[in-house]
């Protein structure tokens, strides 16, 4: 069992930057992929990116490519998403999710594990 909690979110303009944080406590956090996704009103739940266990290799979704990093602090037990040039379409609330497999997944459905999800509104 694994608790997910993120923070970070707010307002902020468009052209700003914002740095999520995902804190992560129970079973050892390093054997978990660990993704963020975001859903806005109306719409489905989409893949923003993944980092693999060890940190190593990270992918992201087109739409948050060269603007959105993920990293991660296995020694701390969170995963972080940093998000600079944002835009008014990234307005969301933003989840972090654990997935046991060893490949990482761009899939809602293969997570096992979420957090409440954090607010994230840019203004034009």
């Known amino acids: 069992q694994v608790q997910l909690v993120e923070s970070g979110g707010g307002l902020v303009q468009a052209g700003g930057s914002l740095r999520l944080s995902c804190a992560a406590s129970?079973?050892?956090?390093?054997?978990?992929?660990m993704g963020w996704f975001r859903q806005a009103p109306g719409k489905e739940r989409e893949f923003v990116g993944v980092?693999?266990?060890?940190?190593?290799?990270?992918y992201y979704a087109n739409s948050v490519k060269g603007r959105f990093t993920i990293s991660r602090d296995n020694a701390k037990n969170t995963v972080y998403l940093q998000m600079n040039s944002l835009k008014p379409e990234d307005t969301a609330v933003y989840y972090c999710?654990?997935?046991?497999?060893?490949?990482?997944?761009?899939?809602?459905?293969?997570?096992?594990?979420w957090g409440q999800g954090t607010q994230v509104t840019v203004s034009s």
């Open positions: 980092i693999s266990r060890g940190g190593g290799n990270a």
């Open positions: 999710a654990a997935d046991q497999a060893i490949l990482v997944s761009t899939t809602v459905r293969e997570y096992d594990y």
């Open positions: 129970g079973r050892a956090f390093s054997s978990y992929c």
